[in-house]
Every structure is written in C-alpha cells, then in structure tokens.
C-alpha cells in the first residue's frame, strides 16, 4: 500500500526532474524541483503547511480560528486548502495587480479574499500591513506572517533541501532560487550548507526587486520592474537573514520567457514566471561552473495559473516581450 493521508501529507516529496534542453544548451546537469505538483500547485503549500503547525504549536491558532494573510496569492491558496483540511477559515489579502488566475482560484477554495491597490511595503496601505490590521481585528484570527515568520525557511530546512539532496545523491554543484519572502532560497541553502558547504547558492533576481545589490553591495536597491509574480523583495525578511548566499543575478522577464518557452516546446513543462527565472539563472550558473556540473533549482507553480498573462499573445505584445514562438507565427 503506498496511501498519501489526505492533502496535507500530499504536500512535498516531489519529482527532481532532469531538465532535457537546460542540459542539453549548457552540458551540464540541471534538475529542477517540481514544486508544480504539490496539491495546492504550488511550493507555497510547504510554507503554508510550516505556518499553520506553527501556530498550532504555538497556541496562536485553535479550533475555530481563522488563518489571515497577506500574500501574491500561491501561499493563501496553501493556506486556505490546508485551513480546509484542518477546518479553520481564510481571509486573504492580495494585491490587485496579481493574476485573475490565482484570484479565481482563491474563491473557487472558499477563502475570504480580499483586494486591495499594489502599494510599496512602506506605505500602510500595502497588502501585508492590511493582513496584519485585519488579524488583529478579528477574533481568533491568526497572522501567519510568511515574510518574517522563520517557521516558513524552517519548514524547506526540515523537507524541501533534504528531499533535493536525497533525490540528486549528494552530488550538487549549485543552487539556485528567486526570493518572494526568502523561505524556500534561505530554508534550501541551509540544508544544503549543512551538507557542504562547498555548494554554491546563488540568488536570481528579477528586474525591480532590491536583492541583487543586497547581496552584491551590501543594501537593497530595487532598478526596473518585471511581470513575474510572487518574487522580488525591497528588503531583508526575517527568513532571509543569515541565509548563506554566495552569490546573487539578474534575470531580465525576455530571457525568464525564452527560457519557459522552450522548456513548453522541448521538456513538455508549462512553468510559471518564477520557474523561467530560476531555470535562466541555473543556466547561467552552470556555463559559469563549465560542463559536467550539476545544479539544480525550484519549478514554483505551473504555467496554468498566468495563461492571460505569459502565455497570452496580446499580453506580451502590450508589454514589449517576446512572444512563444509557436503564437508568433502569422501575427
Ligand atoms: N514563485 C512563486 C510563483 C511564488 O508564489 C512565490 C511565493 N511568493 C515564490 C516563487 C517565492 O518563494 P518564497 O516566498 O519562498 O521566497
């Protein structure tokens, strides 16, 4: 017999999967973890799974509470499908601008969503502010808190970094992963620091996010913008304090896009945003290293979830980037 007991012990022990073309362009060995296939979708159930035991053991969160949160949308629909299973309720602030997707996913769950206007996190009116007020004004209510909460990074220290190390037999050159709150990036090197220190981890940054300077020149300094979701970050998280980080790039939305467009047509994996990122930068990690390397990164969601946005035609075309190929033709 080999029976999952509901969601919950669902989430983890995902498939390392060789990736066929990031191998084949860099001759080296990319594996990426497919957090796709946890059963919320997304690597945000590993987070949301970590916060609510937490809370649990905490005593912050009881029977009849409610889990609130602010989040890009992956985690609160972690959150709300692991509230489901243990019978607690969502109410789950996100911003605006994320994508009709993970909205209607949100509802099609039963969370109690709420929207409100893309704000920096200095201003009071950005989501996570919003959450934290909205926690402490409703009772029984639970803050998870995935940004400085280290229950988040201690959650992918306990699974996600061992699992990759089990699955690739010891054997990793690199790592590399882009940072939304900094858990699965700082949780992942610390496993595999622990192991050996030799393995390299490097940071992938999309344009508009402030940590490639962090890591690079010592303070967050944000340049740009992308339309990938759910990564980049303005400032040092709790998760991601005293992350061992040796190294940080940027990956441009163009090369993200080539990179999940052709993992589409040769690999046969519809990824999302963040994935195209990771991938572009344990590309670039490994023509750095030379052939016969190993490195491997996270596959965060699945392409699914952002069909209006990267894989739609006129999306792309109002945004300058460059279209799948197989769209292009006769436009
Ligand atoms: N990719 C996607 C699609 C996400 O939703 C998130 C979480 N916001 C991340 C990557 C980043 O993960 P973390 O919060 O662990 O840094």
């Known amino acids: 017999m080999d029976i999952r007991d509901g969601f919950l012990s669902a989430i983890g022990d995902t498939p390392l999967i060789r990736l066929s073309w990031p191998s084949a362009e860099t001759g080296c060995t990319i594996l990426g973890k497919a957090e796709f296939l946890n059963p919320g979708g997304s690597v945000k159930d590993r987070a949301a799974l970590a916060l609510v035991r937490d809370g649990e053991a905490r005593g912050l969160l009881t029977p009849g509470g409610t889990i609130v949160e602010g989040t890009a949308g992956n985690t609160g629909i972690g959150l709300t499908l692991v509230g ?66 280290v229950a988040n990074r201690e959650g992918h220290r306990r699974t996600t970094g061992p699992e990759i190390l089990r699955q690739a037999g010891g054997r990793l050159d690199a790592f590399t992963c882009a940072v939304g709150t900094g858990g699965t990036l700082a949780g992942v090197a610390l496993a595999l620091k622990a192991h050996d220190p030799a393995i390299r981890v ?101 392409g699914a979830r952002y069909q209006s946005k990267l894989y739609n035609a006129t999306f792309l075309k109002n945004h300058d980037l460059p279209l799948p190929p197989w769209m292009a033709a006769g436009t």
């Open 84 to 149: 489901n299973a243990l019978g607690y309720r969502t109410l789950i602030v996100m911003p605006e601008t994320q994508s009709q997707e993970k909205k209607d996913t949100l509802r099609m769950c039963g969370a109690d969503l709420r929207l409100v206007p893309a704000k920096p996190f200095k201003d009071p009116g950005n989501y996570v502010h919003v959450s934290r007020r909205l926690a402490e004004e409703t009772p029984g209510a639970f803050w998870a808190n995935q940004f400085d909460n």
């Open 202 to 302: 490097v940071l992938a940054d999309p344009h508009g996010s402030g940590l490639h300077a962090w890591i690079t020149e010592g303070t967050p300094r944000a340049e740009g913008s992308s339309i990938t979701e759910g990564i980049g970050q303005g400032r040092v998280t709790a998760n991601l304090e005293g992350a061992p980080i040796d190294d940080a790039l940027r990956i441009s939305d163009a090369q993200a896009l080539d990179v999940l467009f052709n993992l589409v047509m040769h690999d046969g994996l519809v990824l999302g945003g963040s994935a195209g990122i990771n991938v572009a930068a344990a590309m670039r990690v490994a023509r750095a290293l030379g052939p016969g390397h190993t490195v491997a990164t996270i596959l965060c969601d699945g």
